[in-house]
């Protein structure tokens, strides 16, 4: 079985999105940012960086792995699903899970930060995230111009970059002039398994009923 610690951010989703797809059984253990929990002893000896998402396996002696996109590889290999075999195409899905593993997450995560949770608003720190988080859609987009998903079919990839992607009205970012990343962004809303996943560890209509004040709170705890 494995067991996922996770909380409700999109490098979170990525992973239960992927259990989901992969229909492998699985438990949750809710990690309360708010609470700090991530930093906590127990935590760290699992995972020394105090961020989620980890898992472990427990078909594999109880093997850790942390950081999203090692988990996701992790998984993928595990059940030979999402991850192709051929060494080009799986080179050109690791690419695009590096792109928005070292690129877009940071940049969305810095637009996050200074849009909604900083204590001072900065401008410069604003536009400047913001308009590299727009960069990275229109290399997206334009990627999403001649293929259906990332790569061909879906991968791991699009598990990754899909959750962020979601959130870009919470970067106060427009994609109103992507046509590509929209009809895609489409495509993965409407797998049942990207809704399920969607939901662990906190069913979206519970966070939806949140204050403004406690998402701020939450989104500082993420810093």
Request: net charge neutral.
């Given at each position: 079985?494995?067991?996922?610690?996770?909380?409700?951010?999109?490098?979170g989703?990525?992973?239960?999105?992927?259990?989901e797809e992969?229909s492998?059984p699985?438990?949750f253990?809710?990690?309360?940012?708010?609470?700090k929990?991530?930093?906590?002893?127990?935590?760290?000896k699992?995972?020394?960086?105090?961020?989620i998402?980890t898992i472990?396996d427990?078909?594999?002696?109880g093997?850790v792995?942390?950081?999203?996109?090692?988990?996701?590889?992790?998984?993928a290999?595990m059940?030979?699903?999402?991850?192709?075999?051929?060494a080009?195409r799986?080179?050109q899905?690791?690419q695009?899970?590096?792109?928005q593993?070292?690129?877009?997450g940071p940049?969305?995560g810095?637009?996050?930060v200074f849009?909604?949770?900083a204590p001072q608003r900065?401008?410069?720190?604003?536009?400047?995230y913001?308009?590299?988080?727009?960069r990275?859609y229109?290399?997206?987009?334009?990627r999403?111009?001649d293929h259906e998903?990332l790569?061909?079919d879906?991968?791991i990839?699009d598990?990754s970059?899909?959750p962020?992607v979601?959130s870009y009205?919470?970067?106060g970012?427009?994609?109103?002039?992507?046509?590509?990343?929209q009809?895609w962004l489409?495509l993965m809303?409407?797998r049942?398994?990207?809704?399920?996943?969607?939901?662990?560890p906190?069913?979206?209509?519970q966070?939806?009923t949140?204050?403004?004040?406690e998402?701020a709170q939450l989104g500082?705890?993420?810093?």
């Amino acid at each position: 079985m494995i067991e996922l610690y996770t909380a409700a951010t999109p490098n979170g989703y990525k992973v239960s999105i992927l259990l989901e797809e992969t229909s492998l059984p699985y438990t949750f253990h809710h990690v309360r940012l708010e609470e700090k929990e991530q930093k906590q002893d127990w935590y760290l000896k699992l995972n020394p960086n105090g961020r989620i998402p980890t898992i472990v396996d427990g078909n594999n002696d109880g093997f850790v792995v942390f950081e999203s996109g090692a988990i996701l590889i992790y998984l993928a290999e595990m059940t030979g699903r999402f991850l192709p075999p051929d060494a080009d195409r799986r080179s050109q899905v690791i690419q695009w899970l590096m792109f928005q593993v070292a690129g877009l997450g940071p940049m969305q995560g810095q637009a996050h930060v200074f849009y909604r949770y900083a204590p001072q608003r900065i401008p410069y720190a604003i536009r400047r995230y913001q308009q590299e988080t727009l960069r990275l859609y229109q290399v997206l987009d334009r990627r999403l111009k001649d293929h259906e998903y990332l790569v061909d079919d879906i991968s791991i990839a699009d598990f990754s970059t899909y959750p962020w992607v979601r959130s870009y009205r919470w970067a106060g970012v427009s994609i109103d002039d992507l046509e590509h990343l929209q009809r895609w962004l489409s495509l993965m809303r409407a797998r049942p398994a990207v809704q399920r996943g969607l939901d662990v560890p906190v069913p979206r209509e519970q966070i939806k009923t949140r204050t403004a004040d406690e998402r701020a709170q939450l989104g500082r705890s993420i810093i």
